[in-house]
């Protein structure tokens, strides 16, 4: 089938034998471990609504400020067109996705666990800067460590979440990272809605709490322990069994304690895992989850409305305090679709909610281009029966995003990888997401002012693309252990011709199963 094969755990080697029961201590480590998605989150809010700030404006972007005031009640796309404007957001991602592979040497040989560290005191550091900036290239400098701490943590959080949990609720688990990103883009534009009454210096208020979740997240980090997968891997086996005892709630692991020591010993057995991943035989997983998925996520359109949620609205003709309030509805919505992607995503699987929620996304984003196409850019006040459908339908865009691209954007590519080339996959997912997220982020407010309600046009036409790329590519992973993937690749229509038969010299059998 188009689709790929569809293969329950119990086909899958020793993975029936797994045992499992939720213990405080596994949720414990959870939860701390997730923080890490709430300085993505924190930033992706922060930064859209600080940049439609008066007192902001004023202070560093001058020529916005009053641009913005000449036609304060209009209906114009190239309002906020400022490209050391959109630096300001941009240059955090840039830096992302360069610190991503340094990322990637300290979470293989020291840890998951010592990224997350490492991500949560350069981003308070970048907070701090933040804050007490008195111009734009100390405002620049701080978002690049900023930048720093979220490419170490994306690099590692969504690696330790999977692998922590067990197969059957993987799913849900890696989630948190996406619903505590949720919760930091919500928080944040409530602060933000707040902020802005607060003059002159909210905007240093909204800027410089982002050293809240970097600090719980740091002394959260202290006390988490480091992954079975990464002990064994780095030979200390008897700390590995404990730890999986300990998260598992059980002393029978033997089998999946047998199925990782195997991955170890083929992990070690990799020197340059950058230069294994170009190997013809982790083809799918280059494709699909360090390319494919990381790129498409960006390209959807979310992170733009995230990122200029409230510029969007005040260019729509919204006040600012009635933008930032919109902002925050959207957000709610974000909130919202992350449990309910959380909650369905292990039954229904991934590519039920790639594929319907594309479908919607696609709908979505052609009404908003009719609307605006008709509605919008004479540079009249557009009507508040207009700027209320127009919340409406982006909230619905989003309730879409949030409970598939959104998610599943970290979760698959984090589940893909085989251990030996697991750290580097996901430096590449980080630095890929990264550098669309920075490229969007610098072209997109350009882009809505020259190609003006076709930006949305533009947008619909990539995810149709997207769908049919998870379509025909991407099989089912849920329930599958996380070191037991790479066998789903072996019967797939398309990808079994560059996968070989055997790993470790063990003949692979499955049943073929559409999705």
Same mark, same amino acid.
């Given at each position: 089938?188009?689709?790929?094969?569809?293969?329950?755990?119990?086909?899958?080697?020793?993975?029936?034998?797994?045992?499992?029961?939720?213990?405080?201590?596994?949720?414990?480590?959870?939860?701390?471990?997730?923080?890490?998605?709430?300085?993505?989150?924190?930033?992706?809010?922060?930064?859209?609504?600080?940049?439609?700030?008066?007192?902001?404006?004023?202070?560093?972007?001058?020529?916005?400020?009053?641009?913005?005031?000449?036609?304060?009640?209009?209906?114009?796309?190239?309002?906020?067109?400022?490209?050391?404007?959109?630096?300001?957001?941009?240059?955090?991602?840039?830096?992302?996705?360069?610190?991503?592979?340094?990322?990637?040497?300290?979470?293989?040989?020291?840890?998951?666990?010592?990224?997350?560290?490492?991500?949560?005191?350069?981003?308070?550091?970048?907070?701090?800067?933040?804050?007490?900036?008195?111009?734009?290239?100390?405002?620049?400098?701080?978002?690049?460590?900023?930048?720093?701490?979220?490419?170490?943590?994306?690099?590692?959080?969504?690696?330790?979440?999977?692998?922590?949990?067990?197969?059957?609720?993987?799913?849900?688990?890696?989630?948190?990272?996406?619903?505590?990103?949720?919760?930091?883009?919500?928080?944040?534009?409530?602060?933000?809605?707040?902020?802005?009454?607060?003059?002159?210096?909210?905007?240093?208020?909204?800027?410089?709490?982002?050293?809240?979740?970097?600090?719980?997240?740091?002394?959260?980090?202290?006390?988490?322990?480091?992954?079975?997968?990464?002990?064994?891997?780095?030979?200390?086996?008897?700390?590995?069994?404990?730890?999986?005892?300990?998260?598992?709630?059980?002393?029978?692991?033997?089998?999946?304690?047998?199925?990782?020591?195997?991955?170890?010993?083929?992990?070690?057995?990799?020197?340059?895992?950058?230069?294994?991943?170009?190997?013809?035989?982790?083809?799918?997983?280059?494709?699909?989850?360090?390319?494919?998925?990381?790129?498409?996520?960006?390209?959807?359109?979310?992170?733009?409305?995230?990122?200029?949620?409230?510029?969007?609205?005040?260019?729509?003709?919204?006040?600012?305090?009635? *933008?930032?309030?919109? +902002? =925050?509805?959207?957000?709610?919505? &974000?909130?919202?679709? @992350? !449990? #309910?992607?959380?909650? %369905?995503?292990?039954?229904?699987?991934?590519?039920?909610?790639?594929?319907?929620?594309?479908?919607?996304?696609?709908?979505?984003?052609?009404?908003?281009?009719?609307?605006?196409?008709?509605?919008?850019?004479?540079?009249?006040?557009?009507?508040?029966?207009?700027?209320?459908?127009?919340?409406?339908?982006?909230?619905?865009?989003?309730?879409?995003?949030?409970?598939?691209?959104?998610?599943?954007?970290?979760?698959?590519?984090?589940?893909?990888?085989?251990?030996?080339?697991? *750290?580097?996959?996901? +430096? =590449?997912?980080?630095?890929?997401? &990264?550098?669309?997220? @920075? !490229? #969007?982020?610098?072209? %997109?407010?350009?882009?809505?002012?020259?190609?003006?309600?076709?930006?949305?046009?533009?947008?619909?036409?990539?995810?149709?693309?997207?769908?049919?790329?998870?379509?025909?590519?991407?099989?089912?992973?849920?329930?599958?252990?996380?070191?037991?993937?790479?066998?789903?690749?072996?019967?797939?229509?398309?990808?079994?011709?560059?996968?070989?038969?055997?790993?470790?010299?063990?003949?692979?059998?499955?049943?073929?199963?559409?999705?």
């Amino acid at each position: 089938m188009a689709g790929g094969g569809f293969v329950e755990a119990g086909q899958l080697k020793r993975a029936h034998l797994y045992e499992y029961r939720i213990t405080g201590y596994f949720v414990f480590t959870c939860i701390v471990a997730a923080l890490g998605g709430s300085l993505f989150g924190y930033d992706l809010g922060v930064s859209g609504g600080v940049t439609s700030m008066d007192d902001f404006l004023k202070h560093f972007f001058p020529k916005v400020y009053r641009r913005k005031h000449e036609h304060l009640k209009e209906t114009d796309y190239c309002k906020y067109d400022n490209q050391v404007l959109t630096l300001f957001t941009s240059s955090l991602y840039f830096a992302g996705l360069v610190s991503t592979f340094a990322a990637s040497y300290v979470t293989r040989s020291k840890g998951r666990r010592g990224s997350i560290i490492v991500g949560s005191l350069s981003f308070f550091v970048g907070a701090v800067l933040n804050a007490a900036a008195v111009n734009i290239w100390m405002l620049i400098f701080g978002r690049i460590f900023l930048g720093i701490g979220i490419g170490f943590g994306n690099q590692a959080v969504p690696l330790y979440l999977s692998e922590m949990a067990p197969a059957k609720i993987r799913g849900a688990v890696n989630q948190l990272f996406q619903l505590t990103t949720c919760l930091g883009i919500l928080i944040a534009n409530l602060i933000n809605y707040g902020t802005n009454k607060i003059h002159p210096w909210g905007w240093r208020l909204s800027l410089g709490l982002a050293t809240v979740p970097a600090v719980l997240m740091f002394i959260g980090g202290l006390f988490l322990p480091e992954t079975p997968n990464s002990l064994i891997e780095q030979g200390r086996l008897d700390e590995g069994r404990k730890v999986l005892e300990k998260v598992r709630g059980t002393k029978n692991v033997d089998a999946e304690l047998e199925d990782l020591i195997e991955a170890s010993e083929a992990a070690r057995a990799i020197k340059h895992p950058f230069r294994n991943l170009l190997q013809r035989k982790n083809r799918p997983q280059l494709v699909i989850g360090a390319l494919g998925i990381p790129a498409f996520q960006q390209l959807t359109g979310m992170n733009s409305i995230l990122f200029y949620a409230p510029v969007i609205f005040q260019s729509l003709g919204f006040g600012s305090g009635a *933008s930032l309030y919109s +902002s =925050v509805l959207t957000s709610s919505a &974000l909130v919202l679709a @992350a !449990l #309910i992607s959380m909650a %369905f995503v292990d039954k229904f699987g991934r590519r039920a909610f790639f594929l319907e929620a594309g479908t919607e996304m696609i709908c979505y984003l052609v009404i908003v281009a009719i609307t605006l196409a008709l509605k919008f850019g004479q540079g009249v006040v557009l009507p508040k029966g207009i700027g209320a459908f127009l919340v409406v339908i982006i909230c619905l865009f989003v309730l879409a995003y949030g409970r598939s691209w959104g998610p599943l954007g970290w979760l698959v590519p984090s589940e893909l990888f085989p251990l030996e080339t697991r *750290s580097a996959g996901q +430096s =590449v997912v980080v630095c890929v997401n &990264l550098l669309f997220t @920075a !490229l #969007i982020a610098q072209c %997109f407010l350009a882009a809505l002012c020259h190609l003006k309600y076709g930006i949305f046009l533009l947008f619909a036409a990539l995810i149709v693309i997207m769908s049919s790329f998870i379509f025909f590519l991407l099989p089912e992973t849920k329930q599958v252990p996380i070191e037991e993937v790479y066998l789903l690749w072996k019967n797939h229509w398309f990808w079994k011709k560059y996968v070989g038969d055997e790993r470790n010299g063990t003949p692979v059998e499955l049943e073929n199963k559409a999705p």
